[in-house]
């Protein structure tokens, strides 16, 4: 670890325990949220935060995710710095709302702890909720393990608050695996957070400056929709810069560098694993096994998938021979996961470019062990070696037939 | 409570050339509303014709800060705002006083409004909120809602050969908000403009949440002439369709109490949407709507203890 530029304590403590500490840290104006497993001990110790009196955010307990959302969309219009956490089905309640929270460039930031979609209903991890709400115009962060997800929560308000991007962020981290499980990790002083996302004050808000009125959230017909679109595009495809920006200023802060992805001894690998989440872990270990039995593998974790990093992943996989990307989702009907997909789109222009697998594990928290991972290494070396061609269909990892 | 002639010279905060209809009753019920406010005032609206035709971009005739959501989240929406009125100014960033509202049709506010709307009433939030009632969803295409009458031809609940209009009875919406125990709840008409602007006053007053279901007719959806509004609204009251009364800390008072009601089809027959029910042996559907209201008057004549 670089020399840390603050002092910082280790704690013990869950990844939702750890954002509710980074949501108490920053002290929000408004919170509106709902519980929902697995996100609830967020909601839970926020709650804790407010009835002590640690914070003094304005916290509204909803009486939906929808609404949750919709509180959030009027709180930060109104000029407040608004939080909110959900999972799952809440996310999907709250799915109407998460385009116009974009549309109308709002920064909110959302916990979203990362669980299957029904149905049939379950409670365990996957990446569905936030991979169906991919394409609504937020930032979405990935973090693997309780450090990355208190760092991320920190990152996102400066991230989503900055001018030139004022858009809302998505914070991901793995539902139980993440969220529940204790991990150790290193906090920050509240004044050294407090000074980092500093004050917010936006331009336009419907309370600052009442004699001046402002309009939200108008009618926009043909004449005008489109253009809001393209506003939303620009806002999103610029913010890589600022999102780079926020992550090097906070590795300042707190000796932790991230970029929009981690490579991992992707140097001189001739195969790959892309993953997200908490399955990095497992990737890293079963990797430094088979370098040690001389297969040359690395790993790619991707951190930023919203605004997906096409040219960066393009470039820094352009030279492995064969790349295998685990989704924790199915896009069904299409390809293969999302992340695949998007790789592989991503990859279809440059010169040189790596035979592509795509995989899907892990639905509804279905357990991913490394021999899971050594499936996909091995079937990516027998690519490499010519034994076999590179397979179209999606592989479906782990699943009893 | 001003005079006619002090609120002539308040300024308008909806201002004119918007889109409504001629004779819409919404526009008037959100003016005389906003008359009753004495504080800076941000408003919100549910989707629907006030919003569309009061903001198409680039324009807006709101004069006040505004914001609109969705369709079924004006209440929500307004609720978080007034969650980061009290923290921005707990935290000393803003200091001037202000007063919300947001404003829905009865189809964002009776049907699928009623849920955001129970849970801002519920959690008390220091907000107004008005309904204006033109008994369908009017910006559609005149569909049935919740709060269409029984008998009313909307276009999903036509008048046909075996079907004579809505076959249900409206959803009292005013006394389901009344049931959450709020400071404030009232039902207002437009065409009674002084009760109106009074209570909009007290709602805006009170500390705490406040509901308005306002009378205000559409004479697209009604099949009314646009010079009528008024003056069906008024009958309305006077037949006991829309009785007039507020609920103000748990008491219940009557504020329009006519000798005799008129009946109802004064109401019904003017109106387009009800013709039907005017054609021979369609007499028992008329019967049924004047006794829904004679039970409905009775009930809330008692409650309002009002012999």
Known sequence: ?401 | MATIKELSRKPELLTGGHRLCAGCGASIAVRQVLLGANDQVIAGSATGCLEVSTTPYPFSAWKIPFIHNAFENSAATISGVEAAYNALKRRGKIEKKMKFVAFGGDGGTYDIGLQSLSGAMERGHDMVYVCYDNGAYMNTGIQRSGSTPFGAATTTSPAGKVRPGKPQQRKDLTQIIAAHNIPYVAQASISHWKDLVKKAEKAFSVEGPAFLNVMAPCPRGWRTPNEITIEISKISVQTGFWPLYEVEDGEWKLNFKPKELKPITDFLKPQGRFRHLFKPGNEHLLETAQAEIDKNWSWLKKRCGVE
Request: contains cysteine; charged residues 20%.
């Open chain 1, 1 to 401: 670890m670089a020399k840390t530029a603050t002092k910082q304590k280790i704690v013990a403590m869950t990844g939702n325990a750890g954002c509710a500490l980074a949501m108490k840290q920053i002290n929000p104006d408004v919170v509106a949220a709902y519980p929902i497993t697995p996100q609830t001990t967020i909601v839970e110790e926020f709650a804790n935060y407010v009835a002590n009196g640690v914070v003094d955010t304005e916290y509204i307990n909803v009486e939906s995710e929808h609404s949750a959302m919709s509180a959030c969309i009027g709180a930060s219009a109104a000029g407040a710095r608004v939080m909110t956490s959900t999972s799952s089905q809440g996310l999907a309640l709250m799915w109407e709302e998460l385009s116009i929270a974009s549309s109308l460039r709002l920064p909110i930031v959302m916990q979203t702890v990362n669980r299957a979609l029904s149905g049939p209903i379950n409670i365990h991890c996957d990446h569905s909720d936030s991979m169906g709400a991919r394409d609504m115009g937020w930032i979405h962060l990935f973090a693997e393990t309780a450090q990355e997800a208190y760092d991320n929560t920190i990152m996102a308000i400066k991230i989503a608050e900055h001018k030139d991007v004022r858009l809302p962020v998505m914070s991901m981290h793995d539902g139980f695996i993440t969220s529940h499980a204790i991990d150790r990790f290193e906090v920050l002083d509240d004044a050294d957070v407090k000074k980092f996302v500093g004050n917010y004050m936006p331009k336009h808000s419907l309370l600052y400056n009442p004699n001046e009125p402002v309009t939200f959230g108008p009618f926009a017909m043909p004449a005008f929709y489109y253009e809001q679109r393209k506003q939303l595009r620009v806002a999103i495809d610029g913010s890589k810069d600022i999102v780079m920006k926020v992550t090097d200023d906070f590795a300042k802060l707190s000796g932790r560098q991230y970029g929009l992805f981690e490579e991992y001894r992707l140097d001189d690998a001739d195969v790959a694993v892309v993953v997200l989440g908490s399955t990095a872990g497992t990737t890293r270990y079963v990797i430094d096994a088979m370098r040690a039995q001389g297969v040359k593998v690395g790993m790619l974790k991707l951190r930023v998938f919203r605004p997906f990093p096409a040219e960066e992943i393009a470039q820094a996989l352009s030279k492995i021979k064969a790349v295998g990307v685990m989704d924790r989702s199915d896009t069904v009907g299409t390809l293969g996961g999302p992340v695949y997909v998007e790789i592989k789109a991503a990859l279809y222009n440059s010169k040189q470019r790596p035979a592509m697998q795509g995989y899907v594990y892990g639905l509804g928290g279905r357990d991913t062990g490394p021999d899971q991972i050594e499936t996909v290494i091995g079937d990516l070396v027998k690519v490499v070696k010519g034994e076999q061609s590179p397979r179209e269909a999606v592989t479906l990892l782990g699943v009893k037939e």
